[in-house]
């Protein structure tokens, strides 16, 4: 079964969404997270993915209260991410609640630390952030196109023990105008021990079909629920 996984990405300890990852193209919704994460807990969601936006930008973590404070006040399984350059940063946000931490841009620039951290943590607790733009993957709060290849970089994880991967098309995110079928397809034909979790552009019911029928381990859903063009009694028949 598909996981469903709301998103709420933090921006001066509101929820916010960005389009393609512009922080020029921001929309505030809500100026309390918890409030938001409770009613996806009482829809019946059980994951959430919690972006620190701010944390991208400065490199560390800055939004751990708001963490802390959902992981305190829900049963969400919480994956974090946003600033986790360090292990004292990923520990933080261990220490802070978070279930699974996503590495990002450091798991294309220091890939030794990552698999450091996946021995250390374990490949259940580490998911890679295999953000994309393209054919290649983007980093630095996706301001920046990477060399690497998407297909080549999940591969390269995959033989070094991660088993976990959100991939986020930068170019649809936030622009509810469908996710990346084929790309999802794709790498599940060709990587098919690679937990796929889709991200960007996710808008519709059938969306949400079409990545469930190619066997997505998860999918994400951040503005189509704040937009209301997915709604959480929608979910319910995708939630188990």
């Not at 969404?17 to 809500?30: K, M, S, W």
């Not at 079928?181 to 059938?206: C, D, F, M, Q, W």
């Amino acid at each position: 079964m598909m996981e469903i996984i709301p998103a709420i990405d933090i921006i001066g300890g509101q929820c916010v969404r960005l389009t393609e990852g512009d922080f020029a193209q921001q929309t505030t919704y809500d100026s309390n997270p918890l409030a938001v994460a409770m009613r996806f807990e009482a829809a019946g969601v059980k994951r959430l993915h919690l972006v620190d936006l701010d944390g991208a930008r400065a490199k560390k973590p800055v939004n751990l209260a708001v963490l802390e404070s959902i992981a305190s006040n829900t049963n969400l399984k919480i994956d974090f991410g946003g600033g986790l350059q360090s292990e004292e940063a990923v520990k933080q946000a261990f220490d802070a609640g978070a279930t699974q931490i996503t590495a990002g841009s450091i798991a294309v620039r220091e890939p030794e630390t990552v698999k450091n951290w996946l021995i250390r943590y374990g490949a259940e607790k580490i998911i890679i952030g295999a953000d994309f733009k393209g054919t290649n993957i983007a980093i630095s709060a996706w301001t920046e196109e990477s060399k690497y290849p998407l297909q080549g970089f999940i591969s390269g994880y995959v033989k070094t023990g991660a088993r976990l991967f959100i991939c986020t098309d930068v170019s649809k995110d936030g622009k509810l105008q469908g996710p990346s079928i084929n790309t999802y397809r794709h790498l599940k034909l060709t990587l098919p021990e690679a937990g796929i979790i889709a991200s960007g552009g996710v808008t519709t019911v059938e969306d949400l079909e079409q990545l469930q029928e190619i066997g997505v381990k998860g999918a994400i859903i951040g503005k189509a629920i704040y937009e209301g063009t997915i709604s959480l009694k929608d979910l319910k028949r995708f939630i188990c």
